[in-house]
């Protein structure tokens, strides 16, 4: 028998994948918190930014679609590792990849830390990216 932050969690990429607005504002409490910890200014309060922010993402990226790679639950707190894919209005891909950690309270989503960044795919390797973090 599945979590009911499991199935928060499936109705959160199903919501997402839709593209459909009213499904994800059922998946959130009112006073909801998001934060995101690599960069302390995104974060806010309330489910009506949320919906802000995915209708411009939506309206952004019209084949926006998700993935959820891996998920684990301990107690009321989901784990997921998440992959945004699409492309944009302006032809440049969208792939975005992380952990969003989210704590559930009555089947919905009390608060979120994402970790979600683009992908970088090329590079200096790890060795300049060691190098440039720590010299």
């Given amino acids: 028998m599945k979590s009911s932050q499991s199935i928060v969690t499936e109705r959160l990429q199903q919501a997402l994948n839709a593209h459909d607005l009213e499904a994800l504002s059922t998946c959130f409490t009112p006073d909801?918190?998001?934060?995101?910890?690599l960069h302390p200014d995104r974060a806010f309060q309330g489910s009506e930014q949320v919906l802000k922010n995915w209708s411009v993402i939506f309206q952004?990226?019209?084949d926006f679609c998700t993935e959820v790679l891996r998920s684990a639950?301990?107690?009321d707190t989901a784990w997921s590792e998440w992959r945004y894919f699409g492309t944009r209005h302006n032809g440049v891909p969208l792939d975005m990849r992380g952990v969003s950690i989210l704590g559930i309270e009555a089947d919905q989503i009390k608060w979120a830390r994402l970790y979600?960044?683009?992908?970088?795919?090329t590079g200096g390797g790890?060795?300049?990216a060691v190098k440039s973090l720590f010299q």
């Fill in 32 to 37: 909801f918190q998001g934060e995101q910890p």
């Fill in 60 to 62: 952004d990226v019209p």
């Fill in 73 to 75: 639950v301990v107690g």
């Fill in 116 to 121: 979600i960044e683009p992908v970088q795919a």
């Fill in 126 to 128: 790890i060795d300049a």
